[in-house]
């Protein structure tokens, strides 16, 4: 459920209408509903009220330092995959305590800072990455916790892109391979192991892969427990999926109730990574049609946003549904339909926002909202055709605050300089 509703046939984001900020801050503009964001962390939150629990939101999906406030204030911590989600982490105001590190590929110079923020966890991915993490801890004259990050080699049935957890993805050490790693990992006086992580894909909408991922980590923790080597966290990463269309993903309670069922007997602190589905539907990206163009079997809206905001729809076929800001037209409702692709101004046949959709016909100057943004909309975009990045806004009952600002062409060619000795005389 989220907070973005018709009121009179304008489309509102809680009590404001979206037309008034799209007015105001002009387009494309993501806008996000802060009573959504709280609503669907209390939601996650919920089962896992009665054990220790960590909810650590996976804060590539939308990495807004207000947005990261908001789920910091309600209790939450982050899942991070890099030195600059680290340093976004921090200036927001997450505890380090609430940290946890994920990823295949971290630099030393990214894992010093996060030994220096004493950051909880780091996922650790391969053996070479342990044994560099033990040299800059011992450099520090630190011991870091780590979990290995397990491929438990079960099929999320999802997208192939965001699938993680099969032996042929890059991430994680094999569940064998594993115990091996953990003895080694605690003879290293840099090192202590705590924990067991996996992260098998993304936008799952069944709760059997993630069932089958915990029946093997548990087997495992019951192994290393065996072997002394005492483990108290156990993170089952993020992936829990969204409604975009027609998908039916379990809702949030039924995923936690059985998560909860499959681990009561473990005596862990459980960390979970949920990205998507704390943010996917409370954000919406808003854009101004700027042309209509016929074409013989369907025909062309042109929009002012494109590829470089949202690139789901490129890059995974992903579905959003295009809603009409205004529904009204000034009283005099549009009553054709049109099949149309929904096309941004970049120069790409794959700029597509979406496509050969049945909607209502628009005509330049109208609004549309492009639903379920907040989720790796506004986080993936980039400046691809010089194109500066949208504006972000937080609406919060009835007032909406500007939290990103809309990039200007300065920002656009900031670092860059010509040196004086490419210059020809
Ligand atoms: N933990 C780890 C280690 C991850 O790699 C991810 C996402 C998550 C947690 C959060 O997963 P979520 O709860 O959001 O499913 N750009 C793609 C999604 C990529 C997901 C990458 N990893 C998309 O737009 O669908």
């Known amino acids: ?114 030994l220096a923020a004493d950051i909880l966890l780091f996922n650790v991915e391969s053996e070479e990455e342990l044994f560099l993490l033990n040299g800059r801890a011992l450099a520090q004259g630190k011991r870091a916790r780590i979990a290995l990050r397990v491929n438990p080699d079960v099929d999320p049935l999802t997208h192939p892109y965001i699938s993680t957890g099969l032996k042929k993805n890059k991430f994680g050490i094999d569940v064998e391979r594993s115990l091996h790693l953990y003895r080694e990992a605690a003879q290293m006086d840099g090192i202590e192991p705590v924990g067991v992580d996996c992260h098998i894909g993304s936008q799952l909408t069944e709760l059997s892969p993630f069932l089958d991922a915990v029946s093997r980590l548990k087997e495992l923790i019951r192994r290393l427990r065996g072997m002394d080597i005492q483990i108290r966290y156990l993170d089952i990463g993020g992936g829990l ?11 949030p309670a039924e ?17 979970l990574e949920p990205g998507r589905v704390l943010v996917g539907n409370a954000g919406v990206l808003v854009t101004r049609v700027l042309f209509r163009k016929p074409g013989p079997n369907k025909e062309f809206v042109i929009v002012d946003a494109a590829m470089n905001d949202l690139i789901r729809p490129s890059l995974y076929k ?32 794959g700029d597509y926002l979406a496509q050969a959709r049945n909607m209502d016909e628009v005509v330049p100057g109208d609004l ?17 055709n010089s194109r500066p990045r949208a504006a972000e806004v937080l609406v919060d009952g009835d007032r909406f605050y500007v939290i990103r600002k809309r990039e200007t062409y300065e920002d656009l060619v900031r670092g860059e300089e010509i040196p004086a000795a490419v210059l020809r005389p």
């Not at 009179?8 to 105001?24: F, G, K, M, Y």
């Not at 999926?241 to 809702?251: A, M, S």
């Not at 995923?255 to 960390?271: F, K, N, P, R, W």
């Not at 992903?318 to 970049?346: E, Q």
Request: with cysteine; glycine share 10%; proline share 5%.
């Open 368 to 384: 549309l909202a492009l639903m379920s943004a907040g989720a790796y909309g506004f986080s993936m975009s980039s400046n691809y």
């Open 1 to 114: 459920m989220h907070h973005f509703n018709y009121k009179n046939n304008e489309l509102h984001c809680e009590q404001v209408p979206v037309s008034r900020i799209a007015d105001e801050v002009g387009t494309p503009v993501y806008i996000y509903s802060r009573e959504t964001l709280e609503r669907h962390f209390r939601i996650f939150q919920e089962p896992f009220l009665g054990v220790e629990h960590l909810i650590c939101f996976s804060m590539k999906a939308c990495s807004n330092l207000t947005v990261l406030r908001i789920f910091s204030d309600l209790g939450g911590g982050v899942d991070i995959v890099s030195g600059g989600e680290l340093f976004r982490a921090l200036k927001a105001g997450v505890e380090p305590s609430r940290i946890v590190y994920s990823g295949v590929g971290k630099k030393a110079a990214e894992i010093d800072e996060a």
């Open 318 to 349: 992903a579905h959003h549904a295009v809603w009409r800001v205004s529904r009204g037209n000034g009283g005099a409702a549009l009553k054709r339909r049109i099949i149309a692709d929904v096309v941004g101004p970049i120069c790409e046949t």
């Open 241 to 251: 999926g969204i409604p975009y269309e027609d998908e039916q993903p379990p809702p």
């Open 255 to 271: 995923y936690g109730a059985a998560v909860l069922e499959a681990v009561s007997d473990l005596h862990v602190t459980l960390i």
